[in-house]
């Protein structure tokens, strides 16, 4: 049963790891007070930046960061989520807040990097000294992407989808989306989807809060999920959906696949180019 003709976007925070990668690897290196004492001053984006100079400063090595990126929770349900949805067809993307290196070190570790035909993040690498460097995927100081919503000033993922459904466009069989997100940055991106894709919140957190409140505005199908046997299974679900559904598959068969693979939507009516973006090769 192909699914190619699904695109499963994915928030990488808490939605693919079950923390926040920034967080984790400042708690994890014991650089917590200097962070909250420097967060008030600058960008969360830039603060990053100068935590990685501070630390290497101190004598870290980027090798004491990949072995806290190694160590970074994640539920061993998404990752089996993830490698069945590839394994089915379905074109995976993240668009994450997070940056390059840190997404990229904790896929590789999990054997998930494969998987995942573009990464949509903050662009970071290592310099000559050794220091990880990390940069916004906006440059919001000298072009805003002035979003309305609650987007960070570095990153609008409502415009990374835009491109995404540009390029979806152009082929000759439409394709749905699958928006998988928790944060508030993922609401913009909620709103790009049209009738027939679907959303994805996380619930009981920020993007949850915001499509419950704001249902009328968004005209996918939501379905909200908790943890990682929720991620799994309507994700899971939704695939076979779109499948069934595209492939004209008669009751009697439709019935049968969904006969273990039920999930509550949300009520609500559904008809209310970057060069940060790393691309990964197959």
């Known amino acids: 049963m192909a699914a190619s003709d699904v695109v499963v976007v994915m928030d990488f925070d808490k939605t693919i790891i079950d923390c926040d990668s920034d967080n ?3 708690d994890e290196l014991g650089a917590t007070e200097l962070f ?6 600058m960008p969360w984006n830039s603060l990053m930046d100068r935590m990685m100079k501070e630390l ?16 970074t929770p994640i539920h061993s349900r998404i990752i089996q989520a993830i490698k069945s949805a590839h394994a089915l067809g379905c074109d995976l993307k993240i668009v994450s807040d997070a940056n390059v290196f840190f997404i990229d070190t904790i896929l590789k570790h999990h054997g998930l990097k494969e998987c995942f035909s573009e990464i949509n993040t903050n662009p970071s690498f290592v310099d000559e000294e050794g220091r990880l460097r990390i940069f916004p995927y906006h440059d919001f100081t000298e072009h805003p992407h002035g979003c309305p919503h609650p987007c960070p000033p570095n990153m609008c993922k409502g415009i990374v989808i835009e491109r995404i459904q540009a390029s979806l466009s152009a082929m000759e069989e439409r394709k749905t989306i699958i928006y998988m997100g928790d944060g508030l940055g993922d609401f913009c991106p909620s709103l790009k989807l049209g009738d027939g894709d679907y959303m994805l919140p996380r619930k009981d957190f920020p993007v949850w809060d915001l499509v419950c409140k704001n249902r009328s505005l968004i005209k996918a199908e939501v379905c909200e999920w908790s943890n990682g046997e929720e991620f799994e299974h309507v994700l899971l679900h ?3 959906k779109i499948t069934i559904d595209k492939s004209n598959t008669n009751g009697n068969n439709a019935a049968q696949l969904y006969s273990n693979c039920k999930v509550q939507t949300m009520p609500g009516s559904s008809h209310q180019a970057f060069s940060q973006t790393l691309y990964v090769p197959h």
């Open 238 to 240: 939704f695939i076979t």
């Open 36 to 41: 909250n004492q420097l967060l008030p001053t």
């Open 56 to 71: 290497h400063s101190q004598g870290t090595k980027i090798e004491d960061i990949v072995a806290v990126l190694r160590r």
């Open 24 to 26: 984790w690897v400042v």
